[in-house]
């Protein structure tokens, strides 16, 4: 069985500093991760995924995220956060051979200027 | 823009009424998805749409009712909700394939009286 797991339901960082949003999941076979951002009153925004390949992933708006098998995590991370980052992340896995995109909780994240 | 179009973006009905959500992307996609979220819980997916032909029905309750009549719309049909169905409805498009990422509307936010 495919699930997410967002352990902190909150992560506040001043503004400028390094930022990590955590990630674990279980997959029976081989994962297709993702992350995606909410903003206030919005849908779900892409902003990267790993597939195979490089273990360290980079996609939107300076974010990137590293795969990590042996702990199998996929956290979030960007290395100096804006006020303007402030919103709700979510972490998705798919199995490789399920339909299916399971999400975790969301984890709200605040930037303090 | 998003390209996923949802209307409306705010419904309330009594649990009575008969609405429809609908739901239009302007990207090529040929899978369409109806996602539900709820406070503090993962997105719940209802329904997968694949060339029209519903793939994934994800034991929702028969008064919630999808339809699909071609690759660009999609429909979500509510008669005699609950007040437990209060939410918000998303709705989303990829192009399939198990590594594309899912392009999201503004989503409806669903208050059932």
């Known amino acids: 069985a495919q699930s997410v797991a967002q352990p902190e339901d909150q992560v506040n960082v001043a503004e400028g500093n390094p930022l990590t949003v955590k990630c674990t999941y279980s997959?029976?076979?081989?994962?297709?991760l993702f992350w995606y951002v909410q903003y206030p009153n919005r849908g779900l925004q892409f902003l990267l995924k790993?597939?195979?390949?490089?273990?360290l992933v980079k996609g939107s708006y300076g974010f990137e995220a590293e795969f990590n098998k042996s702990q199998t995590s996929f956290h979030l991370k960007k290395p100096s956060a804006l006020v303007s980052d402030s919103a709700l992340y979510f972490c998705a896995v798919r199995d490789a051979g399920a339909n299916n995109l399971f999400f975790g909780t969301g984890t709200r994240l605040t930037v303090i200027p | 823009e998003t390209g996923v179009t949802q209307t409306p973006r705010h419904l309330v009905m009594g649990m009575t009424n008969k609405k429809s959500l609908k739901c239009e992307q302007h990207?090529?996609?040929?899978?369409m998805y109806w996602y539900k979220q709820s406070a503090k819980k993962p997105l719940e997916l209802m329904f997968v749409y694949s060339l029209e032909e519903r793939v994934e029905n994800n034991s929702v309750p028969s008064r919630f009712s999808p339809e699909c009549p071609n690759s660009s719309h999609l429909f979500l049909h509510l008669h005699t909700l609950q007040p437990e169905d209060s939410a918000l409805y998303l709705c989303?498009?990829?192009?399939?394939?198990?590594?594309?990422?899912?392009?999201f509307g503004n989503g409806t936010r669903l208050t059932v009286t």
């Open positions: 790993y597939i195979t390949g490089d273990n």
């Open positions: 990207l090529g996609h040929n899978a």
């Open positions: 997959v029976s076979g081989n994962p297709y």
């Open positions: 989303a498009s990829s192009v399939g394939g198990l590594n594309s990422p899912l392009h």
